[in-house]
């Protein structure tokens, strides 16, 4: 009994010593300008007011994002039509209230600041609307999640991506996935998600996003890397991916973020 006491004792030490703090100095890159450029046109709305958010990077630890004042922002369509992003009260976040969304329109955003410009192409793309919502209480890997179905008809004569998100009313994170319809091209199919943390009064927003194909393989990769379930596809992974933004000024400077141009449907759904 003796020696058990003191193997006991001894361990104890051990995993005692082991709880001295170790400070290790990170290094810090230099700050990378953060464009988050999703251009979302809800069905059956006007689309007219957009916003672009502009932040920097910063230290892993630091609570604060640093905010980007002062840019010009601005987005042009195919006709040369200009759309000016007017900087809301020095808060990063730059507002236009006269966007003219067209599907399969093709766009040009363009960024200034601090001597650099920054480009990107892309163009705005449908969505097919959600036609109902249905719950399932046998879903998941053990059969006892709730599931809930969102379904839609894919345009046969065309091929589409879809960027698929579910927010919580009980939850802080949301689900992102993107999909292809290459395997049910013109069918009835349904984006889904399975949780067995809901329960019934649970309200669930669900939207779905009409990408281009180029969105889409960023998307996926994104996911990917950050998981299904984020706070957004723009908070920080854990590796760096490039956007389709380019600094033309310096190209080897480039920024995080991504210009996206969606027509989106959305629907809420109450669990029972």
């Known amino acids: 009994m003796k020696k058990l006491v003191f193997l006991i004792a001894f361990f104890a030490s051990i995993l005692t010593s082991c709880e001295d703090v170790v400070d290790v100095d990170l290094d810090t890159a230099p700050p990378k300008l953060v464009i988050e450029a999703s251009i979302n046109w809800e069905k059956g709305s006007a689309g007219r007011q957009q916003v672009v958010k502009l932040t920097t990077t910063t230290g892993y630890f630091d609570d604060l994002i640093p905010i980007v004042s002062g840019a010009e922002v601005y987005i042009r369509n195919s ?69 809930v179905r969102s379904y839609f008809t894919d345009p046969g004569d065309e091929e589409n991506y879809y960027l698929f998100k579910y927010v919580y009313s009980s939850k802080i994170t949301s689900t992102f996935y993107v999909s292809e319809d290459k395997f049910y091209q ?34 996926n990769i994104l996911v990917s890397i950050a998981g299904s379930n984020t706070g957004g596809p723009f908070q920080s992974p854990p590796a760096t991916v490039r956007g389709n933004i380019i ?25 029972k």
Do not use: W
């Open 186 to 219: 013109g069918n009835e199919i349904y984006s889904n998600v399975d949780d067995d943390d809901l329960k019934a009064g649970d309200e669930i927003e669900v939207t779905h996003f009409g990408i281009s194909k180029q969105y889409y393989n960023y998307m």
């Open 79 to 147: 006709r040369n039509q200009r759309f000016n992003f007017i900087e809301l009260n020095n808060s990063g976040r730059y507002i236009c209230n006269n966007f003219r969304p067209v599907l399969n329109e093709q766009y040009t955003l363009t960024v200034i600041n601090e001597g650099n410009t920054y480009t990107a192409t892309e163009t705005l793309k449908s969505v097919a609307p959600i036609t109902r919502i249905e719950q399932k209480n046998d879903g998941g890997f053990t059969g006892k999640d709730i599931e």
């Open 247 to 271: 600094n033309t000024t310096n190209q080897s400077n480039y920024p995080l973020g991504y210009f996206s141009l969606s027509e989106t449907n959305s629907k809420k759904y109450t669990i």
